[in-house]
C-alpha cells in the first residue's frame, strides 16, 4: 500500500484545516486507517483511528478528542483528518498509516506509512 499525505499547512491557533491521505496499491477498504503525528523532539503518537470496511468504529487520543475528526472514503481510497480549533501544541508532522488489522492505535499495529505532511498552528 502506498499512502500519500495532504493538505498540511499554516493555520492560526482557533483555525481548520483538514489533511488527506490517498491510498493506492490494495483494496483500500480491507485496511484499518490511522494518523500519528511527530512533533520536533518528541515521539511519534496516536492521534485517530478509524476501523476498515465501513469505519463503523473511530478512536482518538485524548489531546484531540471533541477536535478532530477522522473519516474514510473508500471509493476515493482516501482518509481524512478534519482538524478543529487547532492549538500550537497541535504543530507537528502528521502521518498517514495502513493496518493489516479491523483498527488499531498503537504504531505497532500499522504495516504501512505515508511520508508525512507539516501543520504548523502559529500562537
Known amino acids: 500500500v502506498q499512502l500519500v499525505e495532504s493538505g498540511g499547512g499554516l493555520v492560526q491557533a482557533g483555525g481548520s484545516l483538514r489533511i488527506s491521505c490517498a491510498a493506492s496499491?490494495?483494496?483500500?477498504?480491507?485496511?484499518?486507517m490511522g494518523w500519528f503525528r511527530q512533533a520536533p523532539g518528541k515521539e511519534r503518537e496516536f492521534v485517530a483511528a478509524?476501523?476498515?470496511?465501513?469505519?463503523?468504529?473511530?478512536y482518538y487520543a485524548d489531546s484531540v478528542k471533541g477536535r478532530f475528526t477522522i473519516s474514510r472514503d473508500n471509493a476515493k481510497n482516501t482518509v481524512y483528518l478534519q482538524l478543529n480549533s487547532l492549538k500550537p501544541e497541535d504543530t507537528a508532522v502528521y502521518y498517514c498509516?495502513?493496518?493489516?488489522?479491523?483498527?488499531?492505535?498503537?504504531?505497532?499495529?500499522?504495516?504501512?506509512w505515508g511520508q508525512g505532511t507539516q501543520v504548523t498552528v502559529s500562537s
Open positions: 496499491g490494495q483494496t483500500f477498504s480491507n485496511y484499518g
Open positions: 498509516a495502513a493496518s493489516q488489522f479491523s483498527v488499531a492505535t498503537s504504531s505497532w499495529g500499522y504495516n504501512y
Open positions: 478509524i476501523s476498515w470496511r465501513s469505519g463503523d468504529n473511530t
